[in-house]
Nanobody
Framework: QVQLVESGGGLVQAGGSLRLSCAASGRTFSRNGMGWFRQAPGKEREFVAANTWSGGSTGYADSVKGRFTISRDNAKNTVYLQMNSLKPEDTAVYYC?????????????????WGQGTQVTVSS
């Protein structure tokens, strides 16, 4: 059974940092694109960041570019999202996801596997 389990969410003040982790089990994702999405209350789920299996190609939403960094450790089957300079508008449930291809995309239907999410709350 394939599982993606996020961790590292929590409550942080504006300007602070958090590091999210997504551990995969049930199969290896070393050859798959992986990404992070988020969903704030009353809003649609939106793309945050993603990268290819090699990490050679990476994409970010404009709203997080320069503040968030996606990375992965294929040996550990884990992907990370380092979030710095957090803002109240970053408050959301953050989900990691994996594609069935080598690449990544900005649309959620391009991802086959999803975690259950971790809450990030940024206070002002």
């Amino acid at each position: 059974q394939v599982q993606l389990v996020e961790s590292g969410g929590g409550l942080v003040q504006a300007g602070g940092s958090l590091r999210l982790s997504c551990a995969a089990s049930g199969r290896t994702f070393s050859r798959n694109g992986m990404g992070w999405f988020r969903q704030a209350p009353g809003k649609e789920r939106e793309f945050v960041a993603a990268n290819t299996w090699s990490g050679g190609s990476t994409g970010y939403a404009d709203s997080v570019k320069g503040r968030f960094t996606i990375s992965r450790d294929n040996a550990k089957n884990t992907v990370y999202l380092q979030m710095n300079s957090l803002k109240p508008e970053d408050t959301a449930v953050y989900y990691c996801a994996a594609t069935l291809t080598l690449g990544w995309g900005r649309r959620d239907f391009e991802y086959r596997y999803w975690g259950q999410g971790t809450q990030v709350t940024v206070s002002s």
